[in-house]
C-alpha cells in the first residue's frame, strides 16, 4: 500500500488536516510522523492542502513508500511499489 | 588510547571571497547593507612570487561574525566568481538573520528602492527568505526564523542523512539512485 511519511511540524500540517479529512486517505500516528496511505493511489492536488511551492517541493522529506507516479506543482500521486 | 575531549567551535567569524569591484563592493555592503567595515589588511605579496599584491577588507555581519574581501592586485577577473548561472551558482551564499516579519520587509523595500534585484519573500519549512545579488554576483540571502527547528527536526534530519548516505555514493555518479530511492529508505526508518 502506498505511503507517504510527514513529519508533524507546523508547517506541515496543512498536509496532515488534508489528508485526515480526505475519504480516499487514512491518517496513522507513528511517533513525531504521520504516515498517510491510501488503498490504490494516493493522490494529493497542492491546491487543496494550500501549501505553498518551496514547502510543497519538501514535503517528502518524511520518506514514501511505493512508487511516484507524479509529483509536481499542481500534484503529488504515489502508487503501489512496482516490483 | 583515550579521546581527547571535543574542541568548541563559538561561531563563524568570517567568510571570504574574492572581489574585482572593490568600490562596487564597499558601497554594497557598507552603504546600502549597513555593514562597518572593522578592519583591513593590506599586503605585498604572501612571501611567494606568484601570490599578488592585494587589499584584505572585513564588514561587520552581525553577532560578532564578519564577511571578508580580498581584492588581489592586478589579476585578470574571474568571469564568474560566483560559479555559473543557475542552481550552482546559488549554493554556495550568506544567509543573514533578522528578527522580525517587518524587518524583512523593510529589507525588501530597501533593497528594491537602492535598485537591488530582490526576489519575493519565500517561505521554507523554517525560514522565510529573500532573495538577492552582490555586485560580483554573490548570491545573498536575508532570512526570518518562522519556527526555532526542536528535537523532532533534529531526530528526522539525522534520518534524512542516513537515508542519504546509504541510498547514494560520493563522487559523480549516484549509481543510478533517484530521490525516490532516498524517500523509500527514509520511509523505511521512519517506520521500523
Known sequence: MPALYVLSVPEFQPLIDYAEAAADLTVTHLGDYRKIEAAGEITIRRAATGLGQAVWFGALVGGIEGEILEFNEKRLMIGPNMT | MTDMPMPALSGVHHTAFATWKPKETV???????????????????????????????????????????????????????????????????????????????????????????????????VIRSLYFRDPNGYPLEISLTTRTPDARDEADAALTIQAMIETFADGPGSQGKTIEDMWRRKGELVDR
Open chain 2, 27 to 125: 558601497e554594497f555592503y557598507r552603504d546600502i547593507l549597513g555593514l562597518k567595515p572593522i578592519h583591513a589588511v593590506t599586503a605585498k605579496g604572501w612571501g611567494r612570487d606568484s601570490h599578488p599584491d592585494f587589499v584584505h577588507f572585513f564588514f561587520a555581519a552581525g553577532a560578532g561574525s564578519a564577511i571578508a574581501f580580498f581584492y588581489y592586485i592586478g589579476t585578470e577577473p574571474m568571469a564568474e566568481p560566483a560559479g555559473p548561472r543557475g542552481y550552482l551558482g546559488m549554493a554556495r551564499h550568506t544567509a543573514w538573520t533578522v528578527e522580525t516579519e517587518a524587518e524583512l520587509d523593510a529589507w525588501a523595500a530597501r533593497l528594491q528602492s537602492k535598485g537591488v534585484k530582490v526576489s519575493e519573500a519565500i517561505q521554507h519549512e
